[in-house]
Antibody, heavy 120, light 106 residues
Framework: EVQLVESGGGLVQPGGSLRLSCSAS????????IHWVRQAPGKGLEYVSA????????YYADSVKGRFTISRDNSKSTLYLQMSSLRAEDTAVYYC?????????????WGQGTLVTVSS | SYELTQPPSVSVSPGQTASITCSGD??????VCWYQQKPGQSPLTVMY???KRPSGIPERFSGSNSGNTATLTISGTQAMDEADYYC?????????FGGGTKLTVL
């Protein structure tokens, strides 16, 4: 069974940093692009970032560019999102999402999400 | 920047056909995906590449995309289909989501 399990969410002060992790199982992690998508409380879905299967290419939404860094460790089947200079508007559930194949293909399997709250 | 527009809500009677639209400039030139999200749950992919159903998605779900509009159609709608539905396409290396449509089955 394909599974994505996010962790690392929590309460952080504005301007602070946090690192999210996503542990994958049930598929060959190293052959798929993986994404982060977030959802603010009561709001819709918002794309955050993507990374190609070999980590050779990364992509970011304008709203997080320069503040967030996506990375992956294929030997550990784990995806990361390093978030810095956090703002109140970054408060959301962050989903790790497996792509069907390449970066610009459909989102396939979604994790359960981890909540990040930015507040003083 | 590219935008996808969905109606905020759609209502349908059980057993009838529900159609949820997603509009964007020359959307027919892009692949559209659809995601279903029930309260308190993660999204679920119900359609990709305009009209392809992932394994496990019922045949009553179908999709189309032409011109400026993509449509997700649910035939014989069931109470379990009540959820928020989001369309999505790629533009300029960015995944664009529609604002979501709340489907009410009543």
């Amino acid at each position: 069974e394909v599974q994505l399990v996010e962790s690392g969410g929590g309460l952080v002060q504005p301007g602070g940093s946090l690192r999210l992790s996503c542990s994958a199982s049930g598929f060959t992690f190293s052959t798929y692009a993986i994404h982060w998508v977030r959802q603010a409380p009561g709001k819709g879905l918002e794309y955050v970032s993507a990374i190609s299967s070999n980590a050779g290419s990364t992509y970011y939404a304008d709203s997080v560019k320069g503040r967030f860094t996506i990375s992956r460790d294929n030997s550990k089947s784990t995806l990361y999102l390093q978030m810095s200079s956090l703002r109140a508007e970054d408060t959301a559930v962050y989903y790790c999402v497996k792509g069907r194949s390449s970066v610009f293909d459909a989102f396939d399997i979604w994790g359960q999400g981890t909540l990040v709250t930015v507040s003083s | 920047s590219y935008e996808l527009t969905q109606p905020p809500s759609v209502s349908v009677s059980p057993g009838q056909t529900a159609s949820i639209t997603c509009s964007g400039d020359k959307l027919g030139d892009k692949y559209v995906c659809w995601y279903q999200q029930k309260p308190g749950q993660s999204p679920l992919t119900v359609m990709y590449q305009d009209s392809k159903r992932p394994s496990g998605i019922p045949e009553r779900f179908s999709g189309s995309n032409s011109g400026n509009t993509a449509t997700l159609t649910i035939s014989g709608t069931q109470a379990m289909d009540e959820a928020d539905y989001y369309c999505q396409a790629w533009d300029s290396n960015t995944a664009i989501f529609g604002g979501g449509t709340k489907l009410t089955v009543l």
